[in-house]
């Protein structure tokens, strides 16, 4: 695997064909989110894999762990798993809110068997279907139950070895965040971050009351971005097709200075246009 193929080059759409010449099994990628993992553990051991605060008044208290400590952690919980009488094709239910254990618990349910995540804020009714349907041998309360926290959040980052942080167990739930996020982006230093809509429209109403030159793109899912998106940062829709995750991005239109793309394949190259 090189860097190369993993990151080809794009600073045009004419870019593009070259891109789509080689084939996506050619380009090395890890062929499970186990074998990701394992190669960000080898490549970058001592590098913080994540960084968990414990609520928006605590966020400069973050619980940190290594790439070499959370396989070591996933290889643990794998193992309970197994002992437990997982196998490749039992599910485990996993709800809570976020938190730190819930990447090490998402992860070894995948290395075990299948991870079946679950919304703790669903009534108990379905709750109880979702688990019938599943048919969960074992039911954890730990989960990350929305596909882009898992690959766009978690897995993404892992690829470059990069450190993901972690808003607390209630997220953008959370209605003081709201008032710490520039100070957040400033004191960690993100370069991008992902959210829904109405987050953002939420954030063009909080003033900018930190450094934030390190933001590079903010990513939004779900819907259109709302007229009321911030202009300080590149801002892509990332728009999610036929159960994939991120299939296209595109530069939100009518903002002034933002490139005016037509859909493009997620290979883009981030500028802040501040």
Do not use: K
């Amino acid at each position: 695997m090189t860097a190369t193929a993993l990151w080809p080059t794009y600073d045009h759409p004419d870019d593009l064909p070259a891109i789509e010449a080689v084939p996506l099994d050619s380009r090395g990628l890890p062929t499970s989110t186990y074998h990701l993992l394992v190669r960000a553990a080898d490549l970058w051991p001592d590098r913080t894999a994540l960084t968990v605060l414990p609520d928006a008044a605590r966020w400069r208290e973050p619980v940190r762990r290594a790439y070499s400590q959370l396989i070591a952690d996933v290889h643990r919980a794998a193992t309970a798993l197994h002992a437990a009488g997982i196998r490749r094709n039992d599910a485990v239910a996993l709800m809570s809110p976020n938190r730190d254990e819930l990447v090490t618990a998402t992860l070894a349910a995948q290395v075990a068997g299948i991870a079946a995540p679950i919304n703790p804020g669903l009534s108990g009714e379905h709750i109880a279907e979702l688990l019938r349907r599943s048919g969960a041998r074992i039911f954890a309360a730990l989960p990350l139950l929305h596909v882009n926290a898992l690959i766009v959040t978690l897995l993404a980052p892992m690829l470059r070895g990069q450190n993901v942080v972690w808003a607390g167990p209630l997220g953008y739930r959370d209605a003081a965040l709201y008032g710490e996020v520039w100070r957040i982006v400033e004191h960690y230093r993100l370069t991008a971050m992902s959210a829904v809509p109405i987050v953002y429209a939420v954030l063009a109403q909080c003033p900018v009351d930190a450094d934030i030159s390190s933001l590079r793109a903010c990513l939004v899912g779900a819907s259109m971005l709302p007229a009321a998106a911030p202009n300080s940062v590149t801002v892509l829709d990332a728009i999610v097709e036929d159960g994939s995750v991120v299939v296209t991005v595109a530069a939100a239109a009518g903002a002034a200075g933002r490139p005016a793309l037509d859909r493009y394949p997620l290979i883009w190259r981030l500028e802040t246009t501040a």
